[in-house]
């Protein structure tokens, strides 16, 4: 035993899956490094917005000990933001005076009287360019002159946002992902001309909150939605090809993603999973699935309608049992995941990040895309460039143009 448990043990530390998640652990260490030296401190942060996002935006904030005040125009969404901070107070803090010393820190403030105090101020309104320039216009003329001005946009470009203000170098994204609670990353988002000392504040500001900051260019969907979305669209593809959704669930799974990207689409919801793959889908050139246009008009979007590609009890999905006659094609995860690494070397190419390791630090953070694979890059060369593009290759005769491989093949290193 002793000796077949030292053997063991050496290839364990030594394997692949260690040394893989030892490179987690240092790309952890490179999104921190972001924020390096860095002489930023927030004291007082306001959140306009008290929907799902600005609300537990708002709740995080005042959670890690800044003091907030939260801005929506109906009164009944900041009771819902103030109700579901305190459910986190209390699971996150126990004591009593610590979750009363929280609630203190996070005042409602339909009026917006916050704005003239803040460090920090995050815009989490609906997603409308109108709406949003507006809110800036005003914004603008009210903040402090050191006021880190932020927006949580997930889709609008930032340069069209900026067109509102007069020193549009002033505007950053903050990009929280749902749900604001779990999810470690930010995307800490510029635009052309943003200023770069605002980028590292914004970084500065996400450690400050326990947050990863990972900077990223503003394009559509960014580094994480862009990424997400050909692999979750392929996903729904398959479903329509009448591949059972616990199958391809199974087959992402078992490659190591957290969730299957079935019961994800279900549980992000399948309207956002459309606005969002509308948006992406002309810039890109993907096609949408019919079936998700369908869903959608038949309103069922997953989890919040109690349906979607399966139904939810209790918020626990059911999966129909698996006809032992079907037979899966043996190509599944591939499918998903090839495209999610096609999509990767485009984002290099176009500088969405500034380099490889910045870009598995963003899926393995933003996404929990298999840690003990290292991120999409890691993975790329893990298997060889050669024999990676070759694959890539063999899917577009089989399946079609969704995998013709992406330029920036050719500019990876060891190309
Ligand atoms: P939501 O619809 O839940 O909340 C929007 C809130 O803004 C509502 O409570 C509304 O009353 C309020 N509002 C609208 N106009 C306002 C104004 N002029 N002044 C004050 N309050 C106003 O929307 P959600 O999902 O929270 O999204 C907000 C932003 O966050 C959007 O830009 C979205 O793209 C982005 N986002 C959303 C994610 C998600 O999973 N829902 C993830 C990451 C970003």
């Known amino acids: 035993m002793f000796t077949s448990e030292a053997a063991n043990l050496g290839q364990l530390i030594t394997g692949p899956t260690a040394q893989n998640l030892i490179r987690v652990f240092f790309l952890q260490e490179r999104l921190k490094s972001v924020a390096a030296g860095i002489d930023f401190k927030s004291r007082q942060v306001h959140v306009i917005g008290g929907g799902i996002m600005g609300g537990d935006i708002a709740a995080w904030c005042a959670l890690k000990g800044q003091r907030v005040t939260l801005q929506d125009r109906e009164a009944k969404f900041l009771t819902q933001a103030i109700k579901r901070a305190h459910k986190l107070f209390q699971r996150k803090l126990k004591s009593k005076r610590l979750v009363q010393a929280a609630m203190d820190r996070l005042m409602p403030d339909p009026r917006g009287y916050g704005v003239k105090h803040a460090d920090v101020v995050v815009e989490a309104i609906y997603e409308d360019l109108e709406a949003k320039q507006t809110l800036f ?240 890059m890691h993975y790329i060369h893990s298997g060889g460039l050669t024999r990676m593009r070759q694959r890539l290759n063999e899917l577009e005769q089989l399946h079609g143009d969704q995998f013709h491989p992406d330029s920036g093949w050719t500019n990876l290193s060891g190309a």
């Open 137 to 376: 216009r005003d914004l603008e003329s009210k903040v402090g002159p050191d006021t880190l001005l932020a927006t949580n946009t997930s889709s609008i470009p930032l340069e069209s946002i900026g067109e509102a203000l007069e020193n549009p170098e002033r505007l950053i994204g903050l990009h929280f992902f749902n749900p604001v609670a779990k999810m470690q990353l930010i995307e800490v988002v510029s635009g052309r001309v943003t200023d770069p000392l605002l980028m590292q504040k914004g970084a500065a500001f996400s450690r400050s909150i326990d947050r990863l900051p990972l900077p990223a260019r503003s394009s559509p969907g960014f580094l994480v939605n862009r990424i997400l979305m050909p692999y979750l669209l392929e996903a729904i593809e398959l479903l329509g090809e009448g591949v059972p959704g616990p199958l391809i669930d199974n087959a992402a799974t078992r490659f190591g993603m957290p969730m299957g990207p079935v019961e994800l689409a279900d549980r992000v919801g399948l309207d956002i999973c459309l606005a969002v793959a509308n948006k992406l889908a002309p810039v890109f050139n993907l096609e949408v699935p019919e079936q998700l246009h369908v869903m959608v008009d038949q309103k069922q979007l997953g989890v919040k309608t109690g349906a979607g590609f399966y139904r939810y009890e209790k918020g626990k999905a059911i999966k129909e049992n698996l006809d032992s006659q079907f037979h899966a094609p043996n190509d599944l995860a591939d499918r998903m995941i090839f495209r999610l690494l096609n999509e990767a070397v485009a984002c290099l190419r176009e500088h969405v990040v500034e380099d490889e390791d910045l870009l598995d630090a963003g899926i393995i953070f933003g996404t929990g895309f298999a840690p003990f694979r290292g991120g999409p």
